[in-house]
């Protein structure tokens, strides 16, 4: 006789959206909206267009769960939606020309001599500013290596490409990081 | 470079993540110490790799209110559960609605104009708000609109720290309104009550427990109609 197998709690939750129960929507968003936020911002550096972006991937989710097969997690799959949506807007509307001050706030110290600063929150903010300055292909690898501790298979699925494809992007920026954060280039 | 530098670059990331068994790790090491290229190169992606370990998230303090649920809810189709006698009705609303959004649409303005600003927002270059009357938040689906409206009164939230100022279509009619929030006051000149304003934001729906209302929220500019 087969075991009863209790399902997988959010194969349940996907299985319920698809049938359009909004409760399971909500705790689709509630769940992701800040992991995909912090991605969306991250990659497209002004929080105007990330809360134009995040509001699309989540639309562009709902809309597309019926066809959501299984093949990959929910979150893999809703990533792989959100950096799309980066990238078509990004294609389309160019980079971000927002001054990082707007990105950073208080946060960030325009004195760019302070990239020498032994307060390691200005060190942070070198950092932010650098990962910014990275093209998006380079900038997207670091978001989910670093920020969102992704394996390379999980990269691999979200990027679409091979995860050798995945290491060597990785190698090109942190390569590119080096540069930008050394103390006399940093500042270009 | 060789095929096996190209191969064992791969490796380098997991490498100096600690995450390879003792003999790849082995075999690696041996090859940094007779591949120079390969030895400089590791050089420059640890230092990379430990910057980017500190690498954080850039929120919440760069992040504004993120968009509840019931926005991004409303904005989806659901026809199916339409009951057969309302769905004709239902359908010839929205093809009634399509008339008008494409006649809305074909207004759509781009802002250039800079004339009677009040707030310090910088609209970028080049990018579209819809244009939007303030009864037609309650069925709208874009994100980025202008509005107009009459200031009907303005107050500030010092809890949120916010202004908010309550548009109305006519200084007589309370109803309908939309709440505009704007975050950053510095430099604003608080437009008059009564004054006639445009608006350009994202349109949103606050579903806060008492609240309940349309609203602009951020606000990106103001233009002051009539002083
Ligand atoms: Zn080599």
Known sequence: ?188 | MNILCFFLRRKFVPYLDGGLRPGQAGRLEKHLAGCRECGGLIVRIRAGHQAARRFDRLSPDASPRLPEFEEIWARRPSPSRLSPALAVPALLAVAAGLVMLVAVSSRTMTSHSREGLVASHDIQAGREFTPLAIREFAMNSRSRIVTEGFVHNVYYDEQERTLHIKLVEGLQDPEPFVICEIRDVRGLTIPQQGSRVRVYGMARFDAQPGRGWNEVNPVMNIAVLNR
């Open chain 1, 1 to 188: 006789m087969a075991r009863v197998v209790p399902d997988d709690p959010e194969k349940v939750l996907v299985q319920a959206a698809r049938r359009g129960d909004e409760e399971a929507f909500r705790e689709i968003y509630r769940t992701y909206r800040e992991p995909v936020w912090s991605v969306v911002l991250s990659l497209v550096g002004d929080p105007l267009q990330a809360q134009d972006i995040l509001q699309n991937v989540f639309f562009k989710a709902f809309r597309g769960l019926p066809r959501f097969r299984f093949r990959s997690a929910l979150f893999t799959w809703i990533y792989r939606i959100a950096r799309n949506e980066c990238r078509n807007h990004l294609r389309k509307h160019g980079p971000s020309v927002v001054p990082l001050e707007d990105i950073l706030g208080s946060r960030y110290e325009a004195d760019t001599a302070s990239v020498a600063d032994d307060g390691s929150r200005n060190r942070r903010d070198a950092l932010t500013g650098a990962v910014m300055q990275l093209p998006f292909k380079m900038r997207e690898v670091v978001v989910l290596k670093y920020q969102e501790d992704l394996s390379y298979d999980e990269m691999s699925r979200i990027l679409g490409c091979p995860s050798g494809t995945v290491a060597s992007r990785l190698n090109r920026a942190l390569t590119e990081l080096e540069t930008l954060m050394r103390p006399s280039e940093g500042t270009r």
